[in-house]
């Protein structure tokens, strides 16, 4: 599989617009406030970590994805076991953004949920088979300029329209005005309670850690032209999202400061609606020309982001399970018609899931966290410390940590928790009547992610000394890990020769 090389440039542009969205960012800030939109921080900080810690070791092996490292220590076979939360993650992300971008279309356009989903995966798709990774850069250029410029361009307008309250306010804002509870806190800033600082410690940790391992982030660090590049693309792409947020949130401002009654709108902007805030406000509050150049800076963020996951997944899968698991003696002719086919059938997917599953959002989220528990910990193992990892201990500590996610319960899957934390809350009915599901207030997925990397280090640890004091064992080693073991030791003595013989010929 060929691998293209990216430019500075184009790499910081590329990162920056497949790590946000102007929708979520400014539906989070309305329903909870800015401490509790932590999306455009916690990315922006997992950018700059990874640009810190793996681009530089990742890029200069000349990895082509992200499982490469992991199938070199596990095996391609075990390797292939983290797919399954990659892939998943990827396509539910892509699938939720094609929704957030049919709701767009249908507010200012008019046009139907599912014929905008098919057209923008369709445009998508097809630049993406015939110019692969170049496409996907190159566009992902133009898209920034598109948003930076489109959602920037439009606020002077939708703070001009008399339905908004100047000078913008962040305290009694008047979308929340004379309703109960409103005086207590600001609710641009939000309230973050003393219950709560579990979940917001849980999430702020999951974004920042759980934000590196996607294959979205490091096919651009790992197609950069040298590790330089590598790690100011990470760096700079890190300050970029950070400022895509920006629009975003004032347009969140706005928006809570407008007097919706007083617009063509003509009725209150009722929970159900804020995630339609970005397309309201370019409707309602600005001309028909300037909403149709916002409305292109939203579909241009939606695009950016759906072209890199679908490239991404579809390279993987390619890659490390096809060519690495099932046929090892592919050729770049297979391979690349085979990867332009999986792009097909992943854009398909994706775009089914946008159009039938109503709560695409939700599943990302327990995708996301996945990533976060099961993957993160064991590419910073093979990466940093492989010495201190082997096939047994990932084995022990990935599918532990699948078990104990899957015990902690998931409202949005509808189902409640076995093992209960501290500080959980048990189910119980809404305002309305309706039944609710327990959540938990404390930061597990921290804890599993710990235990994780705690169960396969000490798996490690104990079957690695299990073979070294009882040789006679190693008949039992049936995944092969004392070969491996002794296969790494050999290839670091011939380097530490090969090494050696150089210093010498150098005097």
């Not at 700059?48 to 092996?61: H, I, N, P, Q, W």
């Not at 709108?265 to 001309?287: C, F, G, H, Q």
């Not at 060519?323 to 792009?343: E, H, P, Q």
């Not at 976060?372 to 047994?392: A, D, G, S």
Request: net charge neutral.
């Amino acid at each position: 599989m060929e691998k293209a090389s990216t430019s500075s440039l184009v790499g910081v542009s590329s990162v920056s617009t497949c790590v946000k969205g102007p929708d979520g960012t400014t539906e989070s800030v309305i329903k909870n406030g800015l401490v509790w939109t932590q999306a455009p921080i916690g990315y922006s900080i997992s950018l700059f970590l990874g640009g810190l810690f793996f681009a530089e070791k990742m890029r200069s092996k000349s990895y082509v994805t992200m499982l490469d490292p992991l199938q070199i220590k596990y095996g391609k076979p075990l390797g292939a076991f983290f797919y399954i939360p990659a892939f998943a993650g990827e396509i539910l992300w892509s699938a939720s953004i094609l929704a957030a971008l049919g709701t767009s279309l249908r507010v200012i356009c008019g046009i139907n949920d599912t014929a905008s989903i098919i057209v923008s995966a369709a445009i998508a798709m097809t630049y993406t088979l015939f110019g692969g990774l170049y496409s996907v850069a190159f566009t992902d250029i133009i898209q920034l300029i598109c948003i930076f410029v489109g959602l920037i361009f439009s606020i002077p307008w939708m703070t001009g329209n008399a339905a908004v309250t100047m000078p913008l306010q962040a305290g009694n804002v008047i979308m929340f005005q004379g309703k109960p509870g409103n005086l207590e806190y600001s609710k641009f800033y939000g309230k973050l309670d003393k219950d709560d600082i579990g979940i917001w410690i849980d999430y702020a940790i999951m974004l920042m850690f759980g934000g590196i391992p996607w294959q979205a982030y490091f096919q651009r660090v790992l197609s950069s032209r040298d590790v330089s590049v590598a790690k100011t693309l990470s760096f700079c792409a890190a300050f970029g999202c950070f400022c895509a947020a920006i629009p975003s949130i004032v347009i969140a401002l706005i928006t809570m400061n407008t007097d919706w009654p007083a617009t063509e709108y003509a009725r209150e902007l009722i929970p159900d609606n804020y995630k339609l805030a970005v397309p309201l406000t370019l409707l309602y509050l600005t001309p028909p020309g300037v909403a149709f150049i916002g409305l292109g800076a939203v579909s241009a963020a939606v695009m950016s982001s759906t072209d890199s996951s679908i490239l991404g997944v579809s390279t993987m899968f390619t890659r490390n399970v096809v060519v690495n698991v099932f046929y090892k003696n592919a050729s770049d002719k297979f391979t690349t018609w085979f990867l332009r086919g999986t792009i097909l059938v992943n854009t398909i997917i994706a775009m089914l899931i946008a159009i039938f599953v109503k709560t695409v959002y939700g599943l990302y989220l327990i995708c996301s966290d996945l990533v976060f528990i099961l993957l993160f910990p064991h590419l910073m193992l093979v990466v940093h410390f492989p010495k201190r990892t082997n096939k047994y201990g990932m084995f022990c500590g990935f599918f532990t940590a699948l078990f104990l996610r899957v015990l902690s319960g998931e409202p949005v899957l509808r189902y409640n928790a076995i093992i209960k934390y501290a500080g959980y809350v048990e189910p119980g009915k809404d305002d309305e009547g309706n039944d609710t599901y327990g959540y938990q207030r404390f930061p597990f997925r921290n804890l599993i992610m710990i235990l994780n990397f705690i169960i396969t280090l000490s798996v490690t640890f104990l079957s690695q000394k299990l073979f070294q004091t009882y040789p006679e064992l190693r008949k039992y080693d049936y995944l092969g890990a004392v070969k491996d073991g002794e296969q790494e030791l050999e290839m670091e003595k011939k380097k530490g020769d090969s090494g050696k013989k150089t210093t010498d010929g150098d005097i």
